[in-house]
């Protein structure tokens, strides 16, 4: 039997005479109907080349194909190379054939025309249907795709979902003309883990419905265990391993399958936990950081007037302390108030309500003592500045002068953060995205905090860079006894970093306490509905179940005040929120409505 | 420093423009030193409306004067006012712009309506207007010129700058408790030194443009002083008979815009660090 498609001595480069670098070498792999190939690698490792080789979008991106074969196997039964197809033939197949979903969803969608539009003219333009039956099968497809309510939808524009509602969206556009294969780059990697496992389970059932072949690109071999067939393992520009699932995850052969698996950190469920500080050692230890009642209101109006219709609570009466070595993990999804409390610290966004503290008891120490490291190392260095003068920003900011003793400081640090010294008259753009995030971590401890805010320091990096600066950020905090605020949605990475746990749940916490506890055990409903949508080695193939609950509003009325918080307390440092009966917040909202 | 000028000598375009710049710019020097060939005011009445000779390289004008020392005159008066009115512009339209960037809301809004107001005018008529209101001179037409080009350069730097505020790095600053000021200049006007120099380039080209035509119009600089624009006026009338009394000036008009521009592009690809690497 013919498969789907069969790729050999694949071949990709980019630019064109003296200037053509090839950065695919050569990539055979095969795949069947109703099979999901994944391909993992890091950034620049060609895995997207790859997949845009196949539809030969990456002819638009400069690309060019200069060697091999791409045999598809075409509905008519007809196997076609799609490497010496016509453009004209490729235009057919890239729509009726072989569908695509990209990384960004909200990029990806036109923020002018509604999604009923879009998703409609896809029906239009693949399978000429018009007027009213184009309208019943875009319903159809939304429907498809799990999307609750669909007929209220299609009137809604690009900017009214949620990134997981328009990432459904997309896969609704792909499936429109029922492709045979199907190309996923990194479809959640956007996503909060709740809805990545929404956008698994999708795509999962989606295969075993039709039938469709998946290649599934990823650098989270979690998310591989949990969908892929077969894995593909891709390092500059080869494969340096292929096989089953169990095989590769099992008994990987080659060092940087290996490596990957080692390198990344993977979710197991709380067993694998810093234990190299405890809180309940040293209670006589007075806390660094003391946060009490925290509240952060931002005003929302509406209509042409402006006028007041009351105010999102984004963080709710937050109270938590660190002492000094120890690191509180806050997690939630997005739009869970984690960022803007972390923000908060640092004076970004005025709190309504709520004092915080920081006693630096070290040193009698008059600096500044709350730092940042901010999530996208690209955007939170100035190009502009030499690394000096980035260096030297903090310490300007806390009106001092530098000095001699202050240049040495930034070598050492430099030194320590694993950058050369040499690197002080270079510029940002001169540094990759993992030396970047170190030269951030340096210009934090510059003015030797005694508390550092980590606002998802490690999530724009690649899994290996990822696993590197963590171990740097442990190698600081345990020598400097430094005070982590880190702020992350990647329970893996929290796992390997954390020794307290904080879950934020619509701008409250809803459980707080030693990570071992909360990560092992958790105990309020939303935490394990998040702890249980975390892709980990050992749930191969799972079925996701699909939930479509909505995250409920932050808005609430003018004057509202939330009930006071109760707290239960399971064992020696966990406490769980109370939940007071929802039904009269849900009444005051439905008031509100109307 | 060095390396800038490295630089700017390795770029193609670079290198012209500053070849072409640099040439004015010691033109204008001799003139204002008095190493013109002949006084510029001195009349050679039997040689009137003599073409190119060796005696005098460019010819004589109406009145029997030297027309390459005229030009020299002319070219250093074009380039004052030039250089003058679009400093005062930038200075005055980054202000206005980072400011409207940074503090937003009313004072944002009173800015821009005015730039937009004054935008709305021709730039000549608006010109015009003004020296109407003051009188001719060549203060006033420096002062002129710069009113209407401020707009412009507000412009030009309050997008940008709305954009960068938004970005990490000026949170980061922030977070470290940095100054406005600080803020202002070391993250915002350093990053908008792209836009800037290109828009300082293409106005130097535009305002010696304006200049001329004020002048031509007998708004900007007085006879007997010279300057470009001024010896266009004179020679049109003549522009059959001495067609030379023409062509010169405008060459050097022309050229001049031309320097500016190839400057321009150099210096914007050689003030972006990420480009330094590609250039030098």
Redesign the interface.
Known sequence: MTKLLSVSGLKVGFGRGDQMRAVVHGVDFELDAGETLAIVGESGSGKSVTALSINRLVDYGGGRILDGRMDFLTAGGEVIDLARASDRRMEKIRGGEIGMIFQEPMTSLNPVLTIGEQIAEAFKLQRGLSGSAARAATLEALDRVRIPDAARRLKYYPHQLSGGMLQRVMIAMALATNPRLLIADEPTTALDVSVQAQIMALLAELRRETGTGLIFITHDMGLVAGIADRVMVMQAGEVVEQGPLDRILDRPEHPYTRHLLKAVPHFSGGRHVRRDHHRTDKTATSPTLTVEGMTVRFPATAGLLRRSIGAIHAVENVDFDVIPGETLAIVGESGSGKSTTA?AL???VKPHRGTFAVVDERTGNRR?PV??V???PY???????DVE?LLA??V???GERVDDAVRARMARLLERVGLPVDSIRR?A??FSGGQRQRL?IA?ALM?NPAVLVLDEAVSALDVSVQAKVLDLLIDLQNEMKLAYLFVSHDMAVVERIAHRVAVLYAGRIVEIGAAEAVLSSPQHAYTRRLIAAVPTMERRREIFKLDTADIPTLLRPPGYEPAQTLWRTCGDDHQVRIEVDDREEQSHAAAHRQ | MKAFLHGLLRHPSGRIGAAIVLVYIIVALLAQAGLTPYDPLKQFRIERLQGPTFAHWMGTDMFGRDVLSRLMIGIGQSFMVAFSSVGLAAAIGTLLGLTAAWFGHLWDGLVMRCMDVLLAFPAILLALLFIAVVGPGTFTSILAIAFVYTPIFTRVVRGPALSIKT???V?????????ST?ILT??LL??L?APLTVQVTLALAWSLLTESGLSFLGLGTQPPNSSLGLMLADSVNLMEMAPWLLVFPAIAVMLGILGFNLLGDALRDILD??MR?VVA
């Open positions: 923000r640092l004076g970004l500044k730092q940042m901010f999530q996208n955007a939170s260095l100035n190009p502009r500045l003068s920003e903090p300007r900011a806390s510029y753009h001169e951030c210009r003015v | 970005r990490d790095f949170d980061a600053a922030r977070s470290f408790g940095s100054s600080y070391r993250h350093l990053n030194v660090p990420r690497r």
